[in-house]
């Protein structure tokens, strides 16, 4: 996997105006293990495969970080479609064009966009899209997410800690579901700047916006 990925994402770079080589690719395992395993596929990792096994020369890994690699288990795919496009619709998303440049097309209820009028992200989303598949399949949290949530993540470390409960068991499935258990709660992982959360639940095959 690791050389096809070299060969399309260096082509692509290179080669941009022909379509036969592409940078984009989803992995889906059957696991969370396999899924953890495979990271080596990502350029920015530490221990990636492609400096490790000397795929690609120093010189061209400028160019393999430009591939857009997404690596999940098949929990991730569990009825989530419809609730992913409502939120686009709702707080608006990114895409990229066919000449490789980041557009924004923002989201149609301005109360609750993730962008500003300029089409910056904000610093922290006003909407976020979480689910029963990805809390029960251990998904990651997106990294703006994260980034945007260091010192409530790390206030809520603290938290667990003074609890006794430890630091090191925490997981993002133990992250998200503090997220939903803290909506509009001041200091908490998800005060008064979250207005809309879009959540599926898997146990009653039901979509609901919240």
Request: charged share 30%.
């Amino acid at each position: 996997m690791a050389m096809l990925i070299t060969w399309q994402t260096l082509n692509a770079v290179r080669s941009p105006s022909l379509k036969k080589f592409g940078r984009g690719f989803l992995i889906v395992t059957p696991g969370i293990t396999i899924r953890d395993r495979l990271r080596v596929l990502l350029p920015s990792e530490t221990e990636n495969y492609y400096q490790r096994l000397d795929l690609v020369p120093s010189d061209l890994m400028q160019d393999m970080g430009k591939a857009r690699i997404v690596i999940t288990n098949y929990h991730a795919f569990k009825l989530r479609e419809r609730v992913a496009l409502v939120r686009d619709y709702i707080a608006g998303f990114e895409r990229e064009d066919e000449n490789g440049l980041i557009e924004t097309a923002a989201g149609r209820c301005e109360l609750f966009r993730n962008f500003a009028d300029d089409g910056e992200r904000l610093a922290k989303p006003r909407t976020i899209l979480i689910d029963s598949a990805t809390l029960e399949a251990g998904g990651d949290i997106d990294k703006v997410f994260r980034e945007a949530h260091t010192d409530e993540i790390a206030a809520f470390r603290r938290e667990k800690a003074a609890r006794g409960e430890g630091t090191e068991a925490i997981e993002d499935a133990d992250i998200l579901r503090e997220v939903m258990n803290t909506v509009g709660k001041k200091g908490r992982l998800e005060a008064v700047d979250l207005r809309c959360a879009c959540h599926e639940c898997q146990l009653c095959d039901a979509k609901a916006i919240c």
